[in-house]
């Protein structure tokens, strides 16, 4: 066999941008958007924009991720710690339904909304609505919106990009002949508002959000404002400057008018009175106008082509250290991508569609989620509606950490940031909800739900809920979900320092809250949580339906995955000894895993799963994926229980539960049933026809996940997923194509992540691996497992460009030794699994190469 090395000459923490690009990296569109569902979504973690690509008129529908309803409010609840011991006796005693109607004594009011900002409009004077040859796209390797089309025999075109260095929206007007650029400008917004038009190109809108908005689509009379303009509710800003190269520009009215332009510029800056997560807007905010005019006067003097290739350059830093190679149907992607997702249902031949949303879902997170911001919501940054599904807040049961799925093993750790930072509020009023609601004087907790604001405690509303609410706002686990995320981003990066200052902490805080709420049980003696819910699921049992009961395996798992962190932690820190302990003995009592009846994983304390319910939320397999105590190798009986759960609950559900499905069927190490979920995924759902909310998963024209309604986190979870399917690292090795599909007979993917802080590519052919690399951020023993006998070999970083480039985009180079002489074989599998195991040097590359 050819003896092939590859050489890597970058460090993991700073990979070169390369100016490589992928012509088939963009979403593509043969006529304009007419729902939300079609326009094409930029972001640079504060500013959101959708761009419609009309002709005659174009809409960019604006958001700002820091525009919510409401102000601060605690809604805690006093009166806590005198219901929770008459719940935990209820629930003891057995008497379910007295104990979910006396939770209901524990909540409060719901978490706030988060609004639309409001809508750039361009009105053309153009007679055609369409005109010819008419183009539009979001090319995922610079971040850019591109509108093209002819009319009147002049070919228009317009760029869109948003700019985190620069914090703008720019917009290039151009067309193909001089003097044709005209066009009237303008800006709106759902939220109460007024704009004014100045003499020096300037378009300025003053707007106001509501201090309360309803819980329900169905009463929209229910959105109330402070017209104090200091009173309670966001201040925002939008600010528009038009740049012309030739022609005039006019104020008309509350608009501006160009006129007879070669070229137009436009620069969009925007801000809000939000001045910290225990500040009220109103009384206390700051002036949105500073920073909004700041920003626009630090950009206004600077060209279209300087802020653009600030903006490539740092969005390419993020964007190109991950390429995926799943193979290419040349008749595909010659079709717009609305009419290859149709396409993909019938024929299945199209893997460069799924690579393309692979792609998308990292884009998304870089567009939603940067370093200063705040973290990704229900939808991201993108939202329409005043009134939006489920508030577009933070359901912190699944959805907001399933939007950070993604952050570590597909190279976006800084974008994981905002999440931590948001911790960090929730950490300090947590410590008042734990005090006030529940007489716990360590530590802090969270509930289902949250907002702008950090609100953590148990959240009520929702009227229309027929099943009550306990059976989502009975759970004070978010933060302990929160936290496994801080623990697996030491693991990815090895940042001791942040782990020390940061991760740790707010690691320990949750667990002290949680040693305080376990509880011993009555009749085992286990520790139990009590109340206890598996999110937003119901028990069904002799002709009844429950809602709350104790030690849910939900709970359970969640808590062990924590502890063992914390210990793990306290001893890589080499620091609270005493602590850890402590921990360590809760641990060994925690009530554990259950196989029930039908030989699935037990949702409840006791066996009372019902094998056709098809509940979308299987929570209870938390320790398979994103856990790491269920294994097959490791645990084969649990993951066959595991398994058995999936099989009752079936494939197809809403979009976010598909994605959930895909990570645990590739833990499962079936890659074709991971893959017939995410095909199933590919359903085309058609945003102008009336659909059920939540009747089922899909993606809309523009790749968003469709729930539907949209939510982000199924696009965020299908590409952690795809990721899942190629390497893994939960079981203290690197696992090489542990779920390969038939499908992807042949492939590559580069520069994804491991746990260990190695990068890895990997390269596959005829379903079986080719060659790997291993570059090693942090130095220590690597571990593989592998399908086939390999041989490790170093190699120098001397790399040979142009034609000889291997498949991977990395040189061929001389091989510095075949056989590592510190590698050895520790085990092979019943199934001819290879297990190998070497030192690693930091910064060094290692090619895996198959005998």
């Known amino acids: 066999m050819k003896r092939i090395a590859f050489l890597f000459a970058v460090s993991l923490g700073a990979v070169a941008v390369s100016a490589q690009t992928d012509p088939h990296l963009k979403l593509w569109y043969a006529k304009p958007a007419k ?27 604006l958001n700002d991720n820091t525009l919510w309803s409401g102000f601060p409010d605690g809604g805690n609840n006093p009166n806590g710690p005198t219901v929770l011991p008459e719940v935990r006796k209820a629930v003891f005693d057995g008497d379910y339904i007295k104990a979910a109607d006396l939770w209901k004594k524990m909540q409060g009011p719901y978490s706030a909304r988060y609004l639309p900002l409001g809508n750039l409009l361009l009105e053309f004077p153009f007679a ?33 990009f948003t700019s985190f260095p620069d914090k703008v929206m720019m917009v290039r007007l151009t067309a193909n002949k001089g003097k044709q650029v005209s066009f009237t400008a303008a800006l709106t917004s759902k939220l109460h508002y007024s704009v004014k038009a100045t003499a020096n190109n300037q378009l300025v809108l003053t707007g106001k959000a509501p201090k309360f908005v309803a819980n329900r689509e169905s009463e929209p009379q229910q959105v109330v404002y402070d017209e104090d303009p200091k009173g309670e509710g966001m201040n925002f800003v939008i600010y528009l400057y038009i740049k012309t190269e030739g022609g005039t520009v006019k104020q008309s009215g509350d608009q501006l008018s160009v006129t007879g332009a070669d070229a137009v510029t436009i620069y969009l800056t925007e801000a809000t009175s939000f001045n910290g997560f225990n500040r009220s807007p109103g009384k206390e905010g700051k002036d949105p106008n500073t920073e909004a005019k700041t920003n626009l006067d630090k950009v206004r003097i600077l060209s279209w082509a300087q802020i653009k290739q600030r903006h490539v350059s740092d969005y390419q830093a993020l964007f190109n250290r991950v390429k995926l190679n799943l193979g290419t149907n040349e008749d595909a992607v010659k079709l717009p991508t609305d009419d290859r997702l149709r396409r993909f249902a019938d024929t299945k031949n199209d893997n460069q569609l799924q690579t393309l949303y692979y792609q998308f879902g990292r884009y998304l997170l870089i567009a939603s989620s940067r370093p200063g911001s705040r973290p990704a919501n229900l939808q991201g940054i993108w939202n329409d509606h005043v009134q939006p599904p489920w508030g577009s807040n933070y359901t912190t049961n699944i959805n907001t950490e399933m939007n950070y799925w993604l952050a570590e093993n597909t190279n976006l750790s800084e974008c994981h940031q905002p999440l931590f930072d948001f911790m960090k509020e929730l950490a300090v009023n947590g410590a008042v909800t734990a005090k006030v609601n529940y007489n716990i004087r360590e530590g802090w907790v969270t509930h289902h739900n949250s907002d702008l604001w950090a609100k953590t405690s148990p959240p009520g509303g929702f009227e229309w809920d027929p099943k009550g609410m306990p059976r989502w706002s009975c759970w004070p686990m978010a933060g302990v979900w929160f936290s496994t995320h801080l623990w697996e981003h030491y693991l990815y990066t090895g940042d001791k320092k942040w782990l020390q200052s940061t991760g740790y902490p707010l690691m320990k805080g949750a667990a002290q809250f949680m040693l305080h709420w376990l509880i011993k049980d009555k009749t085992t003696p286990w520790l139990v949580t009590n109340p206890s819910t598996s999110p937003e699921n119901t028990i069904k049992l002799n002709g009844k339906e429950y809602q709350v009961a104790l030690a849910s395996t939900m709970d359970m798992s969640l ?52 094998p056709k319910d098809k509940h979308r939320h299987l929570s209870h397999l938390f320790g398979l994926y994103p856990g790491s105590q269920i294994t097959v190798q490791q645990t084969p009986e649990l993951a066959a229980a595991a398994k058995q759960s999936l099989i009752h609950r079936g ?15 590739a833990r499962l190490q079936d890659g074709d049933h991971a893959y017939k979920i995410l095909s199933d995924a590919f359903t085309y759902i058609d945003p102008n026809q009336t659909r059920e909310t939540m009747g089922g998963g899909g993606t809309y024209p523009n790749l968003f996940d469709a729930h539907p309604p949209f939510q982000i986190d199924g696009n965020f979870g299908a590409t952690a ?102 590698a050895k074989l520790v085990s092979i599998g019943k199934e001819g699994e290879y297990m190998m195991e070497f030192p690693t040097v930091k910064g060094k590359t290692y090619t895996i190469v198959n005998q």
């Not at 040859?133 to 610079?142: F, H, I, S, T, W």
């Not at 690197?734 to 492939?747: E, I, Q, V």
């Not at 590519?761 to 571990?783: M, N, P």
Request: net charge positive; glycine share 10%.
């Open 651 to 665: 494939d197809v559900s809403t979009g976010w539960s598909m994605a959930w499905k895909i990570n645990w069927w």
């Open 35 to 61: 729902a939300w569902e079609e326009a094409l979504p930029l972001g640079n973690g504060k500013t959101g924009a959708m761009v419609f690509g009309g002709v005659k008129k174009e809409r960019y529908q």
């Open 721 to 822: 997923g795809i990721t899942e399917m190629l390497l893994q690292s939960h079981a203290g090795y690197l696992s090489l194509l542990p779920a390969l599909p038939t499908a992807w007979a042949a492939g590559s993917i580069k520069g994804i992540k491991a746990r260990g802080n190695f990068m890895v590519d990997i390269q596959w052919k005829e379903g079986k691996l080719a060659v790997a690399k291993i570059i090693s951020g942090s130095g220590g023993i690597c571990r593989i497992k592998t399908t086939t006998p390999v041989k490790i070999v170093e190699v120098k970083a001397n790399p040979v460009q142009g034609a000889n480039a291997n498949p991977l985009n990395i040189a061929y180079g001389k091989v510095v030794y075949e056989k590592n002489p510190q």
């Open 128 to 160: 055609d609505t369409l005109g010819t040859g008419y183009y539009r796209d979001l090319d995922l390797n610079n971040a850019t919106a591109t509108v093209r089309y002819t009319t009147g025999g002049v070919q228009y075109q317009r760029e869109t």
């Open 559 to 610: 808590l062990r995955e924590l502890f063992a962190a914390v210990i793990k932690t306290s001893t890589v820190l080499n620091t609270d000894a005493a602590f850890r302990k402590q921990v360590q003995e809760a641990y060994d009592q925690l009530y554990p895993y259950h196989i029930g009846q039908y030989g699935q994983l037990q949702e409840w304390y006791g066996d009372w799963d019902d």
